[in-house]
T-cell receptor
Framework: RKEVEQDPGPFNVPEGATVAFNCTYS??????FFWYRQDCRKEPKLLMS???SGNEDGRFTAQLNRASQYISLLIRDSKLSDSATYLC????????????FGRGTSLIVHP | ETGVTQSPTHLIKTRGQQVTLRCSSQ?????VSWYQQALGQGPQFIFQ???????GRGNFPPRFSGLQFPNYSSELNVNALELDDSALYLC????????????FGPGTRLTVL
């Protein structure tokens, strides 16, 4: 089983839709969690941190469920510009923090 | 504020050769991490440098090595290149108080023939 798993998609949604992605992780000792966005042929960009209490930034909401070992990202009122690959990152302490990225979930928002 | 920069942008090498990739961290960032990203995959952590020392390493063989300099810039060296080393190599820097919030450079695309 991979340490961090994401459904690669693609998720095809119309503008204005609400879409949610999950990311599961296998190491219960994992400490910190993030979502990144990566546009085609570009570098990943930090989207938001993920906390147990939830984290909202405009149309984006991230949540952590430690009991079930997954993190989620909800995008409301999707825009064409949201089309990208969304990568989750799980940091696990092994002497130092070791980050493990998922393979990413592709989102395509169409008119 | 200057972002993370990497050089070169593209590189073509042949099997068995050695390569050095370079990264300048964002202003105020003292931690640099290197990643390998194959097509269709997420970035894979190679190693991290903090205060000029390796501070964490992923599952990469010793022929992947690095350096960090006093100005926090960094190099990734790969010896004895293999075809499977063809990938996008990303450098990311972070602040000392938020080491897990990483800011990536545009990457170096390495092709090994």
């Amino acid at each position: 089983r991979k340490e961090v798993e994401q459904d690669p998609g693609p998720f095809n949604v119309p503008e204005g839709a609400t879409v949610a992605f999950n990311c599961t992780y296998s190491n219960s000792a994992s400490q910190s969690f993030f979502w990144y966005r990566q546009d085609c042929r570009k570098e990943p960009k930090l989207l938001m941190s993920v906390y147990s209490s939830g984290n909202e930034d405009g149309r984006f909401t991230a949540q952590l469920n430690r009991a079930s070992q997954y993190i989620s990202l909800l995008i409301r009122d999707s825009k064409l510009s949201d089309s990208a690959t969304y990568l989750c990152v799980v940091n696990t302490l092994r002497g130092s923090y070791i980050p493990t990225f998922g393979r990413g979930t592709s989102l395509i928002v169409h008119p | 504020e200057t972002g993370v920069t990497q050089s070169p942008t593209h590189l073509i090498k042949t099997r068995g050769q050695q390569v050095t990739l370079r990264c300048s961290s964002q202003s105020g960032h003292n931690t640099v991490s290197w990643y390998q990203q194959a097509l269709g995959q997420g970035p894979q952590f190679i190693f991290q440098y903090y205060r000029e020392e390796e501070n964490g390493r992923g599952n990469f063989p010793p022929r992947f090595s690095g350096l960090q300099f006093p100005n926090y810039s960094s190099e990734l060296n790969v010896n004895a290149l293999e075809l499977d080393d063809s990938a996008l190599y990303l450098c990311a820097s972070s602040r000392p108080d938020r080491v897990n919030e990483q800011f990536f450079g545009p990457g170096t695309r390495l092709t090994v023939l």
